[in-house]
């Protein structure tokens, strides 16, 4: 896990902010991201303007 320096806690949940320009990118970030245990997408934004709104709780993303 990371080359050692961490190490992943049993049962754990780490939740993603995915942010792509690409339609195509994103779908295949999504795909990917069903097989891996643990993971699960908390929000998607189509650029880095939308990545820091979403942070944020900006805009569109106020009601997070």
Request: hydrophobic letters at 40%; proline letters at 3%.
């Amino acid at each position: 896990w990371l080359s050692g320096r961490c190490s992943p806690v049993a049962n754990a949940v780490y939740s993603v902010l995915l942010a792509d320009d690409s339609d195509h990118d994103r779908t295949l970030f999504r795909l990917a991201l069903r097989k891996v245990p643990g993971m699960q997408l908390a929000g998607v934004a189509q650029d880095g303007d939308q990545a820091i709104a979403y942070l944020s709780g900006r805009g569109q993303f106020a009601n997070r």
